[in-house]
């Protein structure tokens, strides 16, 4: 017969056991939620940082857009604007180009007027001294002694006067009755041409010259050195500037040095003569009238 042996449990200390390790687990739960949560902070604290500063960079672009779209708007304002100018220049430079052409005509046609009045004057200047000997002999002789030598070379004098004035041009009669008469008995008259090729031609008396000046300096320069190889003036010189179908600027260039080269001669003179001058203005140039400068002129 088998005895029966009775098992005896004793249940506190075991559940002393459960409750500690219960308790242990749940503190061990307690750190990790706490961590979890602390980690989350972070992770939305961070969230809202990046979020914040998106909204800051959006804000920021959005101005920059702005900006950029007033900047094009004002450009594409001021191609327009510049397109318009465009149009209204292109415009007065076709009226310009229109209102140049019909002058270039005006001047052509004038031109061609002056030259017909040229010839015509021309013409009836020849036939006004082209005297014949039985008019002009009696003429010549009918005062003082006939025979006389001062007669004879006065009679020489004037039949070559009137031999220059019957095969001049129209406008160098005109110009010999304005001047010739009076001036010449107490002054100088110095003739300087500026032909359309730009070339000045200066004749003093028998003596002529001719030299190139694109600048005021040139041109004083030139006129200067032609005035001092020429002999002893009177006490006063004329000089008459005219000029053809020149540049301006070579016009111009005379004109403002006329002045200047009028008071280096007066000064080289100690005074001695008085230099003026005066343009005469536009006259037409004859055809194969028209010197090249000397080479040291050029």
Known sequence: ???????????????D???????????????TTARIEQRAETKVTQAEEQLTHLQQLQASEAERLKRLSAEKTKALEAIEKAREANAVTQESMRLLQQQSEKTQMEQSEQIERLRDQRDRVGELVQQLFQLPEDTLDP???????PDSPETREQRERVRKQLKELAEARGEDVVRHFLTYDELTKRSDIWDLYLTENGVFELQIGD????FRADSQAEFVD???AVYKTTPQPKSLVIILFSYGDAKASVRFAATQGLPLVAERMRADSSGRTRFEYAVMGFVPQPTGTTKQPPAEAR
């Open 1 to 15: 017969m088998i005895s029966r042996r009775r098992l005896t449990f004793q249940l506190t200390p075991l559940l």
């Open 17 to 31: 056991l459960l409750l500690i390790v219960i308790f242990a687990q749940f503190m061990d739960t307690q750190e």
């Open 139 to 145: 003429l010549l002789k009918s005062k003082g002694t």
């Open 207 to 210: 003596k002529s010259a001719s």
């Open 222 to 224: 030139h006129f200067y």
